[in-house]
């Protein structure tokens, strides 16, 4: 089990960029791959991006592909999500979570979810 606290959430114009973060404490984060997913209001929670436990292997939906990129920094026990060219419909809160089952773009295979933060994109 890891916690898992987000921060770097804010309000941007669209075609803005931030940069999230979720500092990991517990069991070894190293040997755990992790993932962002977000959720605006009225809407399923979906998932955003992943990240192996190593790093060498990254997976993105589609709506973020080409803007997001997710990163981390095993000394550091942290994930990050570089946000660039951001969209109203970025708007949401985003968490990050623990992967702990097989599937990469699924909810179900997340664990001990941090708290969230809040990103706004105005138009």
């Known amino acids: 089990q890891v916690q898992l606290v987000e921060s770097g959430g804010g309000l941007v114009q669209a075609g803005g960029s931030l940069r999230l973060s979720c500092a990991a404490s517990?069991?070894?984060?190293?040997?755990?791959?992790m993932g962002w997913f977000r959720q605006a209001p009225g809407k399923e929670r979906e998932f955003v991006a992943a990240?192996?436990?190593?790093?060498?292997?990254?997976y993105y939906a589609d709506s973020v592909k080409g803007r997001f990129t997710i990163s981390r920094d095993n000394a550091k026990n942290t994930v990050y999500l570089q946000m660039n060219s951001l969209k109203p419909e970025d708007t949401a809160v985003y968490y990050c979570?623990?992967?702990?089952?097989?599937?990469?773009?699924?909810?179900?295979?997340?664990?001990?979810w941090g708290q969230g933060t809040q990103v706004t994109v105005s138009s």
């Open positions: 990240i192996s436990w190593s790093g060498g292997s990254t």
């Open positions: 979570a623990a992967k702990y089952g097989s599937k990469w773009y699924s909810a179900t295979s997340y664990a001990d």
């Open positions: 517990g069991r070894a984060f190293s040997s755990v791959s």
